[in-house]
């Protein structure tokens, strides 16, 4: 589970989040729903580690690692596939380079990506490209998985699919959270739906 009491954050004179207070359950998919604008990715960085806030506490229980994918993706265009997962393992946990591909091989056969293993980044998708990065993601052993907008450049086809990986992936214990501007989409996979508005995060459901 992941708690936040109190969390605020500004840039300059503009306050983005506004005393957030909220439980994100584990084993479930959350969700924020909210306009472009509305603070939803400075959340998600700040729950990455990647962006401080101004004042406020998150709590992770069990040792939850975080791991976020980007709208963009991010994959490193000149790497292959599984060189893509490959990386994170070599330079930071050290592993061997049989170990990381074994790992590598093994996280994308569990989304049921193997066959894109050599492809590179261009060559992908925008489905399977999502899946890469998901891949990645999972890669370290993140409990909890942050999907940035995750339907924005999906067609209705890879929206099922995706659908259909959030709730594999809930179903193998990953805590999931999603921030979206897609109202449908949220009421189809999330167990809790929240709306950012005005700095403020409120339940919806």
């Known amino acids: 589970m992941i708690e936040i009491v109190n969390l605020n954050k500004s840039f300059g004179n503009n306050q983005i989040l506004a005393n957030i207070n909220v439980k994100f359950p584990k084993n479930k998919v959350s ?42 993706n991010q994959l490193f265009p000149h790497l292959t596939v599984i060189n893509n997962l490959v990386l994170p393992l070599r330079v930071i946990q050290k592993k061997s380079k049989l170990k990381s591909k074994l790992r590598a091989l093994k996280i ?29 993601a999972l890669i370290m052993d993140q409990n909890v998985l942050l999907l940035d907008e995750p339907t924005s450049a999906l067609d209705s086809e890879n929206i099922e699919n995706l659908i259909n990986l959030i ?8 805590t999931i959270i999603i921030i979206t501007h897609d109202i449908s989409f949220s009421r189809r996979v999330g167990d809790d739906i929240f709306t950012l508005q005005n700095g403020e995060l409120k339940k919806a459901n």
Do not use: C
């Open 31 to 72: 969700v924020v729903v909210g306009k472009s604008g509305e603070g939803k990715t400075t959340l998600f960085r700040i729950l990455a580690n990647l962006e401080t806030q101004d004042s406020g506490k998150i709590t992770m229980l069990d040792d939850n690692q975080v791991g976020l994918v980007f709208q963009s």
């Open 108 to 136: 994308l056969k569990l989304l049921g990506i193997e066959g894109l293993s050599d492809k590179y980044p261009s060559n992908l998708s925008g489905g399977e490209a999502q899946r890469v990065a998901i891949a990645r």
């Open 167 to 174: 709730m594999d992936l809930k179903e193998n214990g990953k």
